[in-house]
């Protein structure tokens, strides 16, 4: 069993292989979610709903972040780990390169950071020192004030438009992975074709190189709510590990995400 690099998910995009990607919090769920064959475990910062049980992604820590990417690598031995950076702690390039150095030494394999144009110097700067970037782009939950609540992406041409041009300079940049949230179908592959860099959808459509979900939607404990775009797979399936299987079985197969889990 070798581990997932970067290198083997841009190997997984140039063959054409689906790959499946995972929130993950603790050494439990993450040690189930690496053996049954997620390739990407993401310590996320929506934690902070599911978790802490905030409204969003804003009190999030990069101490909250450091912990559970501490917790996470010792459960796992395949999948490639990656640390979200939290809110305003990548507002400068110096303070990314103090804050993804943290979440590197927790035992991320590479960091998440959200933004698009104004994150073209701080990308260049983490890789060129040795700290691999995730960029991600359309529905952004760290801006979710900004945009007035958790809205679709990228309907309107100027901003399609927009997410295109800035996927196309964060790859530039140095990104070696994009995730796209909350996008049109059409536009997300567009810009999975336009990119050499693997791209991961949530709410994007069936198009992109791989996926990702949040593991409490997957296993339907959410309160009270599920994303249009997610899957319950507990509730089809009625054991976890069979939960994870279900999931990555219907991704390689292009089973999920249907139609009524997409976006136009
Ligand atoms: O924080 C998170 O879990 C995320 C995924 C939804 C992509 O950013």
Redesign the pocket.
């Known amino acids: 069993m070798s581990k997932i690099t970067s290198s083997t998910l841009l190997k997984f995009k140039q063959e054409g292989k689906k790959f499946t990607a995972l929130?993950a919090y603790d050494a439990s769920f993450a040690g189930a979610f690496d053996s049954e064959g997620i390739d990407v475990l993401?310590v996320?910062?929506?934690?902070g709903m599911v978790l802490q049980g905030h409204d969003d992604?804003l009190p999030v820590t990069v101490e909250d972040i450091a912990y559970h990417t501490r917790c996470v690598r010792r459960g796992i031995k395949r999948s490639l780990l990656i640390a979200?950076m939290p809110f305003m702690s990548y507002a400068t390039p110096e303070q990314a390169m103090t804050n993804a150095t943290a979440l590197m030494q927790a035992g991320a394999n590479m960091v998440?950071l959200?933004g698009g144009h104004w994150l073209l110097e701080t990308v260049t700067k983490l890789t060129e020192r040795g700290i691999p970037v995730c960029a991600?782009l359309g529905l952004t939950?760290q801006s979710v004030h900004v945009f007035g609540g958790f809205k679709v992406q990228g309907r309107d041409a100027d901003n399609a438009q927009r997410i295109i041009d800035e996927a196309k300079a964060i790859e530039a940049a140095g990104a070696q992975l994009l995730?796209l949230?909350c996008i049109p179908a059409a536009l997300a592959k567009s810009i999975t074709e336009a990119l050499t860099i693997p791209v991961?959808g949530?709410g994007a459509g069936a198009d992109t190189d791989g996926q990702?979900?949040?593991m409490h939607d997957v296993l339907g404990i959410s309160s009270g709510y599920i994303p249009r775009f997610s899957k319950n797979y507990l509730a089809q399936t009625g054991e976890i590990r069979s939960a994870i299987r279900a999931y990555i079985e219907e991704v390689d197969t292009g089973v999920f995400p249907a139609a009524e889990h997409t976006f136009s």
């Not at 996320?44 to 934690?47: A, E, P, V, Y």
């Open positions: 929130t993401l996320g910062d929506s934690l992604t979200d998440k959200e991600h939950p995730v949230e991961i949530i990702i979900l949040v």
